[in-house]
């Protein structure tokens, strides 16, 4: 991984309470748009359901990543392996995750590329 998006990362881990965070989702974007190359949005909500269908609405403040375009096929991975936890307590978190998994699903992609062209 770029040892500048690793450090990033590391900032965000260290991030406690009372320190400065995202302001808004204009912070937000432009990572997701360095690291992916595509558009996506951050998006508050007022619920969530984690864990499953049968799990009831937990209130609050929520946050989730979702494209703002057709991506590359990214979204669609994350909400088939990450049903049911995709908003998160902050914006840092949401975004954390979401870029994680980013870099979980380009490894898998690679690798499928890879054992295509053998």
């Not at 558009?39 to 508050?44: D, G, V």
């Not at 088939?80 to 998994?101: D, I, K």
Request: glycine share 4%; net charge negative; with cysteine.
């Amino acid at each position: 991984m770029d040892t500048a998006i690793q450090s990033k990362f590391e900032q965000i881990l260290a991030l406690s309470p009372e320190t400065e965070k995202f302001e808004d989702a204009q912070q937000v974007t432009p990572y997701l748009r360095y690291i992916t190359g595509c558009r996506y949005r951050l998006e508050k909500n007022s619920h969530r359901r984690w864990g499953g269908e049968e799990i009831p609405l937990e209130e609050g403040t929520f946050y989730q990543i979702l494209p703002d375009q057709v991506d590359n096929g990214f979204y669609n991975w994350y909400c088939n392996n990450r049903p049911y936890h995709q908003s998160y307590h902050t914006p840092e978190m949401a975004l954390l995750q979401f870029v994680f998994y980013w870099h979980v699903w380009q490894t898998e992609v690679n690798k499928k590329d890879f054992r295509l062209s053998e």
